[in-house]
């Protein structure tokens, strides 16, 4: 079955340091584009970092230079470094896998979306 | 970057009921686009890929079509299931994964 799950949430305080870990099953975590998507109470979705297949990296702004993303192949795990965390990181954070197709329309173009997405990990900073 | 623009934020329905809801790119995305529902306390869950093409399993009741920049999902004859929160999605290379900023539809 292909799965992840999560893990590494918790109650943390301003400041601190957590690492989420996402355990990958039934498909390579080094084979497909995987990112973390957090949601924050009653807020929407929104993409923190992915992680290319080739290892490029993004990061939304809010984050850049206080999350690190990477992969550990031989365990076909995902993690999400969390440090400095504020009082606005405090959300459901969701490890997915993206996936690719062919586009329908011309001109040639490849569509993306996520195909397996988590339970999501909580993480709480408080203040 | 590309921003997806969702409306309405909040419909009020009901069972049986035909809804649309709208989502905008900010510039040409080809038919890019993915629909998502998220039930209160779940993870969200694929509905429609490609704009129009319907993921295996859920219910024909739900619908993608697309004009131009601007994108639709329709659900006819609302189900009590279907109350939920629903998100627009698009990415590719060279524009980071954007979401719509959600519509939720109550009863």
């Known amino acids: 079955e292909v799965q992840v799950v999560e893990s590494g949430g918790g109650l943390i305080q301003r400041g601190g340091s957590l690492t989420l870990s996402c355990a990958a099953s039934?498909?390579?975590?080094?084979?497909?584009?995987m990112t973390w998507v957090r949601q924050a109470p009653g807020k929407g979705l929104e993409c923190v970092s992915l992680l290319y297949s080739g290892g490029d990296t993004y990061y939304t702004d809010s984050v850049k230079g206080r999350f690190t993303i990477s992969r550990d192949n031989s365990q076909n795990t995902l993690y999400l470094q969390m440090n400095s965390l504020r009082a606005e990181d405090t959300a459901v954070y969701y490890c997915a896998k993206m996936t690719r197709g062919y586009g329908s329309a011309i001109p040639f173009y490849y569509y993306y979306h996520i195909d397996v997405w988590g339970k999501g990990a909580t993480v709480t900073v408080s203040s | 970057a590309i921003q997806l623009t969702q409306s309405p934020s909040f419909l009020s329905a009901s069972v049986g009921d035909r809804v649309t809801i709208t989502c905008r790119a900010s510039?040409?995305?080809?038919?890019?686009l993915a629909w998502y529902q998220q039930r209160p306390g779940k993870a969200p869950n694929l509905l429609i890929y490609d704009a129009s093409n319907l993921k295996s399993g859920v219910p024909s009741r739900f619908s993608g079509s697309e004009s131009g920049t601007e994108f639709t999902l329709t659900i006819n004859s609302l189900q009590p299931e279907d109350f939920a929160t629903y998100y627009c999605?698009?990415?590719?290379?060279?524009?980071?994964?954007?979401f719509g900023g959600g519509t939720k539809v109550e009863i």
């Open positions: 039934g498909f390579a975590v080094a084979s497909n584009f």
């Open positions: 999605q698009h990415f590719n290379t060279n524009s980071p994964l954007t």
């Open positions: 510039q040409g995305i080809s038919s890019a």
